[in-house]
């Protein structure tokens, strides 16, 4: 079975920087998609990065202008994993984040709609407030 698992969230400054980890079980990232979303208190679920895993690839990834220039997403092959380092965090990046995985094309469309995205973490608090 393919699992994703969140991991690394938690409190933050404003300012500050926060890892968030991906950990997927189950497939082996080659040509596959790796998304990040997150849902702020009353707000509805966004997408902030999507990265694609395959070779070929070289990581291309997008970003929600939201979180562009702040937030890098990359892919660690040896551990299965992507991970998004946040940089920067403003009180309005609190909320839940979530990664998804989509595994029949590793293609990033700009949007990428929720709906693309198979297979869902948990997710993970991540709360910036000083």
């Known amino acids: 079975q393919v699992r994703v698992a969140e991991f690394g969230g938690g409190l933050a400054q404003p300012g500050g920087s926060l890892k968030l980890s991906c950990v997927v079980s189950?497939?082996?990232?080659?040509?596959?998609?790796i998304g990040w979303f997150r849902r702020a208190p009353g707000k509805e679920r966004e997408g902030i990065s999507c990265?694609?895993?395959?070779?070929?690839?070289?990581?291309?990834?997008t970003y929600a202008d939201s979180v562009k220039g702040r937030f890098i997403v990359s892919l660690d092959r040896a551990r299965n994993t992507v991970y998004l380092q946040m940089n920067f965090l403003k009180p309005e990046d609190t909320g839940v984040y979530y990664c998804?995985?989509?595994?029949?094309?590793?293609?990033?469309?700009?949007?990428?709609?929720?709906?693309?995205?198979?297979?869902w973490g948990q997710g993970t608090q991540v709360t910036v407030s000083s």
């Open positions: 998804a995985g989509r595994w029949s094309d590793d293609f990033c469309p700009e949007p990428f709609p929720s709906s693309r995205f198979s297979t």
């Open positions: 189950g497939i082996t990232l080659e040509s596959h998609t």
């Open positions: 990265i694609s895993t395959s070779e070929t690839s070289a990581g291309y990834a």
